[in-house]
Nanobody
């Protein structure tokens, strides 16, 4: 059974930092890339960052230079370090592998 569980969200002031975690159970983690996505109220889901099995990374322009995606394959975990957060980063953040998604974790950035 595949399960993705995100954690680490919360309320932070603009300019602050948070680190999100995505833990995957089952065999889906091995050999696959992982993406972080976010969805703000009233908006479509937006891709934020991705990391390959070999740890190559890509970022959306909106977060490049502020967010860092990384993974620990021994722990089946992908991280999203978010620095210099802005109010427009407020959203539910989810991780995705193949066709599987987690429930998400809420990030709220106050101005």
């Amino acid at each position: 059974q595949v399960q993705l569980v995100e954690s680490g969200g919360g309320l932070v002031q603009a300019g602050g930092s948070l680190r999100l975690s995505c833990v995957a159970s089952g065999s889906i983690f091995n050999g696959n890339g992982v993406g972080w996505y976010r969805q703000a109220p009233g908006k479509q889901r937006e891709w934020v960052a991705g990391i390959s099995w070999g740890s190559s990374t890509v970022y959306s322009d909106s977060v490049k230079g502020r967010f860092t995606i990384s993974r620990d394959n021994a722990k089946n975990t992908v991280y999203l370090q978010m620095n210099n957060l802005k109010p427009e980063d407020t959203a539910v953040y989810s991780c995705g592998i193949s066709r599987y998604w987690g429930q998400g974790t809420q990030v709220t950035v106050s101005s």
